[in-house]
């Protein structure tokens, strides 16, 4: 059963060269990602708001991705989504 990402969730996208890049669930079915890539995995929600959003469009294959929600946030709340 898949899982199911509510707009404001926080993803964790694992990258083929060992790193991670960070995204967003929008309005489903829409992701926005960050410009943030890390060596180890991050879990601070705050520092990845704030980092400038490259891209917003369709969701990518959420197969790999991991979903952090240590604490939600609305992205209707986050200045960098709009």
Do not use: C
């Not at 969730?9 to 990602?33: E, M």
């Not at 400038?52 to 979903?67: I, T, Y």
């Amino acid at each position: 059963m898949p899982r199911i990402y509510k707009p404001g969730s926080f993803l964790r996208i694992p990258l083929t060269d060992g790193s991670f890049g960070y995204g967003r669930v929008l309005k489903l079915p829409h992701d926005a990602y960050y410009d943030y890539r890390t060596d180890t995995p991050d879990s601070d929600l705050d520092r990845i708001a704030s980092k400038r959003v490259l891209n917003r469009g369709g969701q990518a294959s959420r197969r790999s991705m991991s979903f952090i929600m240590p604490r939600w946030m609305k992205a209707s709340e986050d200045s960098s989504l709009r």
